[in-house]
């Protein structure tokens, strides 16, 4: 069980939880992992009595990350409502949009802290309130009142995906919740303290600096939610250099857990739709299109993509961040990645971190 308060702010603070942290005179940004963040645990209907009812099946997706092929085994959430309905749920824009939310907060100074469970295992813990949630929302354009805001927390702690790497092993590589820990102190009361566990590939990346980046509030600026995947797969994987980016439709659909249309030409229609919200966010100049084509019928879309000079600009803050996490932690632990959590004086881990940032500026 969480404890009630923060213990780390009685102790050293944990290095990696500074590094995570994004200091509030610097470009509103959010940390993003790689895998979870682009693993397809959202399920995108247009309708809403294909996302809830009193029965739905456990949702099959194979998905292509880094050039590897994984299979994700996604279980829809069972919550209760207020007048006592029982109904299983899954997580959609609604639960991706929170939780894109909560990683901002975890980025402020002491929101995370570190807790050891009985069998010596670390759990990266944050505490928050509803009302937090929905003042946010708010800021950024995305209203829901205190009942959905809940809600879609016991989505996300009650839904378990299954990730596991094709061809390797049976056993999956993960198997839980967004958050397989939660207790809300007054379930009633928006602005009750809530306490929460970060999935383990959430933790094993604050662990070992394995985050990245990027601009949260063109991250929550884009309305389509398959436009949204896109903007956090150029950020994760691509790089300010980059000039040659080309993108296949069928791809994007399968990766990003687009529910494929009836007609071949609706899905292509869709992903374009996508392409184009880029542009008006002004992370893509541009994109050209290669159609093809199989007889008269069109079966994939080539995309090549020209990024804007503001992502480039983006690409290149987050790969000095990266930098500058690694080179400090590698000052301090011998290694840009440990295995382990470290405590570290507060005076020294900002020296280090003034003295890196200078380094990389004279570079």
């Not at 739905?56 to 590897?68: I, M």
């Not at 080309?246 to 399968?254: E, G, K, L, V, W």
Request: aromatic share 6%; net charge positive; glycine share 4%.
């Amino acid at each position: 069980m969480a404890r009630h308060t923060n213990p780390g702010l009685a102790l050293q603070p944990v290095a990696q939880f500074s590094l995570f942290e994004i200091e509030r005179d610097q470009d509103p940004c959010t940390n993003q992992v790689e895998l979870y963040d682009l693993a397809p645990r959202c399920v995108f209907y247009t309708s809403e009595k294909e996302r809830v009812g009193p029965y739905l099946k456990t949702v099959e997706r194979n998905f292509t990350h880094a050039g590897k092929a994984y299979k994700l085994v996604l279980y829809p959430a069972r919550v209760r409502r207020a007048d006592g309905t029982e109904l299983d749920v899954y997580p959609s824009e609604r639960e991706q949009i929170v939780e894109e939310v909560l990683r901002r907060l975890a980025s402020e100074a002491n929101r995370i802290w570190l807790e050891e469970d009985e069998r010596q295992r670390d759990r990266v813990m944050m505490s928050f309130t509803v009302n937090e949630i929905r003042t946010e929302l708010k800021r950024v354009g995305h209203s829901l009142n205190g009942d959905q805001v809940r809600e879609a927390l016991e989505v996300l702690h009650r839904s378990v995906i299954e990730i596991r790497q094709c061809g390797v092993g049976k056993d999956p590589l993960l198997s839980s919740s967004a958050f397989p820990v939660m207790m809300i102190s007054d379930a009633r009361n928006s602005g009750a303290k809530t306490y929460l566990q970060f999935n383990p590939l959430v933790a094993q990346a604050i662990r070992s600096l394995e985050w990245r980046r990027a601009s949260y509030e063109t991250l929550m600026r884009i309305s389509d939610p398959v436009a949204r995947w896109l903007y956090k797969r150029l950020a994760l994987r691509m790089r300010a250099t980059d000039t040659e980016i080309s993108m296949r439709a069928t791809a994007i659909a399968q990766d990003s857990g687009l529910v494929n249309r009836s007609r071949t030409r609706d899905t292509l229609k869709r992903i374009t739709e996508a392409m184009e919200s880029l542009v008006d966010a002004n992370v893509l100049d541009g994109y050209a299109c290669s159609v093809e084509k199989e007889g008269r019928r069109q079966v994939d879309i080539i995309y090549d993509l020209r990024l804007s000079s503001s992502m480039r600009d983006e690409l290149q803050r987050a790969d000095r961040a990266a930098v500058e996490a690694k080179r400090t932690m590698k000052r301090i632990a011998g290694t840009e990645q440990p295995d382990r959590f470290l405590r570290v004086d507060g005076d020294r881990l900002q020296k280090i971190r003034q003295d890196e940032r200078t380094a990389l500026n004279a570079s």
